[in-house]
């Protein structure tokens, strides 16, 4: 058994139901503490809902600066930071009677490890663990800061994980040059699809008014499901953008409608709609607001209109971090990764607000959520290995250019 899959099967047998770390935090502290990493824990939330976070960071200590570089350090920029991303909470198990095996006691079958979050994502973060030990180990004077952000609100609201961490830093001043989020982006096998972004969210609710009233007597009432119905059709005929090199054309879907009393014979008096937006860098809230209104405006409806704003579109483009990943997946398994911006959010759309460069890379998401969730175990080790790859590759172009 390899340090990468123990600690994986350690860290699966806590059952860290959303927002429950179940230990999983303090177990990656003690072994980051070991090799020079300062961890802080921050807990947030409603005292019926506690959020843990944890933010570790090994600095490069002057000293270490000194050792590594013929030049004075005073004259030096500051050192880059790549910071691994992750959440230690699950989703819940669902009916137990349909797992295979106890869904927090980590099995092997067929050569694949099952249990909730083998795939999303305890893999990746002990992946993450052990590819930092192996690079300190053979790099003990490192150029380059290395961190960690774990939090175990992202299957949850998200409201007290990664946005309170990075609201903490940047009020602290803290800058972040590089990120790899551990979400399962693969498809077949580990490395051969990345996110180099990913699209904006944002929902609203729109409730249409009318005059409630008896169905045999229209002329007394006034149907909003009616009212509703041509601007309705013009909005799901609207092309909102047609997207980029890196992102399709923004969408809109209705996910929801709410109208009528439960009875047959009533004209209901609002109809309520509940929609969302999954949009790229070629459009804006603003922009996407301002046109969904004027169409109601258009059929004169009367309405009230909220919005959610879930995230913002992130991308990054090839460049330091892009190569770095693609190299390092090349090296390790012979596969030219795809770039990709689909699929849903992540957290990477908090950290992206405070670092310009962040990529999700993690194993094969075939399982994520689902029954029997498994990793095939053939593709722990690679993930390991690119991620200690992507260390050495960018401490590489940081030795070669300090400044």
Same mark, same amino acid.
């Given at each position: 058994?390899?340090?990468?899959?123990?600690?994986?099967?350690?860290?699966?047998?806590?059952?860290?139901?959303?927002?429950?770390?179940?230990?999983?935090? %303090?177990?990656?502290?003690?072994?980051?503490?070991?090799?020079?990493?300062?961890?802080?824990?921050?807990? @947030?939330?409603?005292?019926?809902?506690?959020?843990?976070?944890?933010?570790?960071?090994?600095?490069?200590?002057?000293?270490?600066?000194?050792?590594?570089?013929?030049?004075?350090?005073?004259?030096?920029?500051?050192?880059?930071?790549?910071?691994? #991303?992750?959440?230690?909470?699950?989703?819940?198990?669902?009916?137990?009677?349909?797992?295979?095996?106890?869904?927090?006691?980590?099995?092997?079958?067929?050569?694949?490890?099952?249990?909730?979050? @083998?795939?999303?994502?305890?893999?990746?973060?002990? #992946?993450?663990?052990?590819?930092?030990?192996?690079?300190?180990?053979?790099?003990?004077?490192?150029?380059?800061?290395?961190?960690? !952000?774990?939090?175990?609100?992202?299957?949850?609201?998200?409201?007290?994980?990664?946005?309170?961490?990075?609201?903490?830093?940047?009020?602290?001043? %803290?800058?972040?040059? &590089?990120?790899?989020?551990?979400?399962?982006?693969?498809?077949?096998?580990?490395?051969?699809?990345?996110?180099?972004?990913?699209?904006?969210?944002?929902?609203?609710?729109?409730?249409?008014?009318?005059?409630?009233?008896?169905?045999?007597?229209?002329?007394?009432?006034?149907?909003?499901?009616?009212?509703?119905?041509?601007?309705?059709?013009?909005?799901?005929?609207?092309?909102?953008?047609?997207?980029?090199?890196?992102?399709?054309?923004?969408?809109? /879907?209705? @996910?929801?409608?709410?109208?009528?009393?439960?009875?047959?014979?009533?004209?209901?008096?609002?109809?309520?709609?509940?929609?969302?937006?999954?949009?790229?860098?070629?459009?804006?809230?603003?922009?996407? /607001?301002?046109?969904?209104?004027?169409?109601?405006?258009?059929?004169? !409806? %009367?309405?009230?209109?909220?919005?959610?704003?879930?995230?913002?579109?992130?991308?990054?483009?090839?460049?330091?971090?892009?190569?770095?990943?693609?190299? #390092?997946?090349?090296?390790?398994?012979?596969?030219?990764?795809?770039?990709?911006?689909?699929?849903?959010?992540?957290?990477?759309?908090?950290?992206? /607000?405070?670092?310009?460069?962040?990529?999700?890379?993690?194993?094969?998401?075939?399982?994520?959520?689902?029954?029997? %969730? &498994?990793?095939?175990?053939?593709?722990?080790?690679?993930?390991?290995?690119? &991620?200690?790859?992507?260390?050495?590759?960018?401490?590489?172009?940081?030795?070669?250019?300090?400044?």
């Amino acid at each position: 058994m390899t340090a990468t899959l123990l600690l994986a099967e350690q860290l699966i047998a806590r059952s860290s139901v959303t927002p429950f770390d179940a230990g999983c935090q %303090e177990l990656i502290a003690q072994r980051l503490q070991a090799i020079g990493f300062q961890c802080e824990t921050l807990v @947030s939330g409603p005292a019926d809902f506690l959020v843990t976070n944890l933010w570790a960071k090994r600095p490069v200590p002057l000293v270490e600066q000194a050792h590594s570089t013929t030049h004075s350090v005073a004259n030096q920029a500051p050192l880059k930071t790549l910071v691994f #991303a992750g959440h230690t909470d699950v989703v819940p198990t669902g009916p137990l009677n349909e797992w295979h095996s106890a869904p927090f006691t980590p099995s092997h079958r067929d050569g694949k490890l099952f249990g909730r979050g @083998s795939s999303d994502m305890k893999v990746s973060l002990a #992946a993450f663990v052990v590819a930092i030990e192996e690079f300190i180990a053979a790099n003990p004077h490192p150029q380059l800061n290395i961190a960690l !952000l774990l939090t175990s609100d992202e299957e949850g609201p998200a409201n007290d994980g990664t946005v309170v961490v990075c609201k903490t830093l940047q009020a602290r001043g %803290e800058t972040l040059d &590089y990120c790899i989020v551990g979400e399962p982006t693969s498809v077949e096998r580990t490395g051969d699809m990345i996110k180099n972004g990913r699209r904006g969210t944002m929902s609203g609710k729109l409730t249409v008014k009318g005059i409630q009233g008896h169905i045999a007597y229209p002329h007394l009432a006034k149907n909003p499901i009616h009212l509703m119905a041509p601007a309705l059709a013009e909005l799901v005929g609207m092309q909102w953008d047609t997207g980029n090199t890196f992102f399709p054309p923004t969408t809109w /879907q209705v @996910s929801n409608i709410h109208g009528g009393t439960g009875a047959s014979n009533v004209i209901p008096g609002a109809v309520v709609i509940d929609f969302n937006f999954r949009f790229s860098t070629e459009s804006t809230p603003e922009s996407l /607001q301002s046109r969904l209104s004027r169409v109601l405006e258009k059929y004169e !409806l %009367e309405y009230d209109l909220t919005w959610t704003i879930g995230g913002l579109p992130f991308l990054t483009t090839p460049g330091t971090l892009v190569n770095a990943v693609q190299d #390092a997946i090349l090296a390790e398994t012979g596969i030219r990764t795809q770039l990709s911006t689909t699929g849903g959010t992540s957290d990477g759309r908090f950290i992206a /607000q405070i670092c310009p460069q962040v990529i999700e890379m993690g194993p094969p998401n075939a399982t994520i959520h689902k029954i029997n %969730e &498994y990793v095939r175990v053939a593709d722990i080790e690679p993930l390991k290995n690119i &991620y200690r790859r992507i260390l050495e590759n960018l401490e590489s172009l940081e030795r070669r250019d300090p400044a």
